[in-house]
């Protein structure tokens, strides 16, 4: 990569941050879902666990997280919105440490630039709500993973690996859909490891537990019919809400190809085509290092 690439990656990153950070300067109003973290966080142990937490749709990490940092800093805007712009700056210094490990300098740089760059990364991290810790523990169980199918002897990286994937399932419901894909992972490529699968399995039994608990004795069970907080018309509309949220360029392109209507359903199309061809990569690339570690 050429200086002045380099120079221009970074200033665009260097926006990025910035406009992420903007938040602990420019004050503005809680929205309703900020506030409700908030009050919640106010409460006592005991009263935040029992009026709030196992009334909520979500797990409780985040917000005996908040609780902490209020404890500590106080409950203002700015205060309560640092906590998510720390946890956003802590991404992007665990994706260039940990991803350098796995990819050139030039690539992680670019990957990092466009995940800075990208208005999600900077609304969730002037927000008071979970995303940000999601990303984080996502980014960190994400190269973890990697770190552990390239040394699966390593003694400590499993172990941390598997915190991480247990707070990312504590943290968010889709933290633990994504904790449950990388058990999957872990487990297929332990099959002729009886120790290791019995291992991931119980890693898998603990995530679980939580869910058990708030469906059984708090109100999620009550939300998963028609009162959830997704709305969705199908398979395609869940998809393409999930391509909103990672690759937005999609959902833009398909709209303009083919109008609102059926703009769901060709950014379903794609997104899956593109994740399966990721998939496909990676399994094709893992082999081709594992044929080359054993010859």
Not at 76 to 103: D, I, K, N, P, Y
Not at 122 to 131: C, D, I, K, N
Request: charged share 15%; hydrophobic share 50%.
């Amino acid at each position: 990569m050429q200086k002045s690439e380099t120079y221009f990656l970074g200033a665009i990153l260097f926006c990025g941050l910035a406009m992420a950070c903007s938040g602990l300067v420019l004050s503005y109003s809680y929205w309703w879902d900020e506030l409700y973290s908030v009050v919640g966080a106010r409460l006592s142990m005991a009263s935040m666990m029992s009026d709030f937490i196992m009334e909520d749709v979500h797990p409780p990490f985040y917000q005996f997280a908040l609780k902490l940092w209020i404890t500590a800093f106080g409950d203002g805007e700015r205060t309560t919105r640092a906590l998510s712009t720390l946890f956003s700056l802590m991404t992007v210094l665990a994706f260039w440490v940990l991803g350098r490990r796995h990819f050139h300098k030039a690539t992680t740089l670019t990957a990092l630039t466009v995940m800075v760059s990208c208005s999600l990364f900077s609304y969730f991290a002037q927000e008071t709500r979970s995303y940000s810790l999601l990303l984080l523990l996502t980014t960190c169980s994400t190269f973890l993973y990697l770190d552990s199918c390239r040394e699966p002897t390593h003694r400590i990286k499993p172990v941390l690996l598997a915190v991480s994937l247990l707070l990312l399932s504590l943290t968010h419901y889709f933290g633990l859909i994504y904790s449950g894909t990388i058990i999957l992972l872990l487990l297929v490529d332990a099959r002729r490891d009886l120790r290791a699968g019995i291992g991931f399995i119980l890693l898998g039994g603990m995530c679980l537990v939580w869910p058990a608990i708030h469906y059984l004795y708090g109100d999620i069970g009550s939300r998963t019919g028609q009162n959830f907080w997704i709305e969705t018309n199908g398979i395609a509309t869940t998809v393409a809400t999930v391509s909103d949220g990672l690759t937005p360029q999609l959902n833009v392109v398909s709209e303009a190809l083919v109008g609102a209507g059926l703009k769901d359903v060709l950014t379903a199309v794609v997104f899956t085509a593109l994740l399966l061809l990721v998939i496909l990569f990676s399994t094709k690339q893992r082999q081709t290092e594992a044929r080359q570690s054993v010859s």
